[in-house]
């Protein structure tokens, strides 16, 4: 049985895909704010920095995968713009990289990233925050949407996710990584019924956006859908599967760039 590190395995898609890997007789490093077995802040670099020090002191010499779902949907204001940038894209690359040597010395462990479809489907992130996350620049990223005003959060969080994507792809061809043996690939879900959706249905400033973005499958998505990709990416069955981020969206990634392929 295989041990993971797990983060935001204290909700939403984190938890569920840690419950799955738990049933399954795996062992889990929850990492989060609260309820975990690595309780650490991902938006700082001294939290980050614990959580790769405890995270490695539980798992021993070897960690045979991961799953980075901690992060923060679109919100307002400075402060949430600063916590956006920092977990969703520092939160998941610095831990990654403070853990690979562990992960080469499992030989053959399975990364899994949360990435969204927000990365195909808002238009117009700029090029500049882009740029700005991977050459490791926060304040910069955030600066740089500053332009959208009251949307700043979307542009925040959708250049967030595309860095993160670009950052994975990059990375998983590289010697270090799948020459380790080390599968890194990305989840991009799209509306997931999680608690980070639902408080976005609770206002009443973004609900109507969420209601009208169009699901050709319907509904949303379930946190348990999202956690049996996870599982099956972290099995034998994915070991020919490197660098590629897996859409599971209900069609909405399809309805905007159908042709776009
Ligand atoms: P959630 O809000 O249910 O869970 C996120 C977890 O991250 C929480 O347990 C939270 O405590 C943890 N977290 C937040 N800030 C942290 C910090 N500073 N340090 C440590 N942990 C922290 O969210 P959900 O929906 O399960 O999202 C999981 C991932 O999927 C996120 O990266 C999100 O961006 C992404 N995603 C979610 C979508 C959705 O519709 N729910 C759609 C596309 C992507």
Redesign the pocket.
């Known amino acids: 049985m295989a041990i993971y590190a797990v983060?935001?395995?204290?909700?939403?898609?984190?938890?569920a895909a840690a419950d799955r890997l738990r049933a399954a007789g795996h062992t889990v490093i929850g990492?989060?704010?609260?309820d975990a077995e690595v309780i650490?802040?991902?938006?700082t670099p001294e939290?980050r920095r614990a959580a790769i020090t405890a995270v490695l002191a539980a798992a021993g010499p070897r960690l045979d995968g991961a799953v980075l779902?901690?992060?923060?949907?679109p919100g307002k204001g400075d402060e949430r713009l600063r916590?956006i940038a920092e977990?969703?894209y520092f939160?998941t690359v610095e831990l990654l990289e403070g853990w690979r040597e562990a992960l080469a010395a499992a030989g053959g462990a399975k990364v899994v990233i949360?990435?969204?479809?927000?990365t195909t489907t808002v238009p117009l992130v700029s090029s500049r925050t882009i740029r700005a996350f991977l050459k490791g620049d926060r304040a910069k990223a955030v600066a740089s949407t500053k332009l959208m005003g009251d949307n700043a959060g979307a542009f925040v969080y959708a250049g967030s996710?595309i860095a993160l994507t670009r950052w994975m792809r990059r990375a998983a061809v590289r010697a270090e990584w799948i020459g380790a043996g080390i599968r890194l690939n990305a989840v991009?879900?799209?509306?997931?019924l999680?608690?980070?959706?639902q408080a976005q249905l609770d206002d009443p400033e973004t609900a109507g956006a969420i209601e009208s973005f169009p699901v050709p499958a319907g509904g949303f998505g379930t946190?348990e859908g999202i956690a049996a990709w996870v599982e099956f990416m972290l099995s034998p069955a994915a070991d020919f599967l490197v660098g590629s981020q897996i859409i599971v969206d209900g069609g909405t990634d399809a309805y905007f760039r159908s042709d776009d392929w």
């Open positions: 983060t935001g395995s204290a909700s939403g898609m984190g938890r990492v989060d704010l609260r650490a802040d991902l938006s939290g779902a901690a992060g923060l949907g916590l977990v969703n939160g949360f990435s969204s479809n927000s996710k991009a879900p799209g509306a997931i999680t608690p980070l959706l946190p």
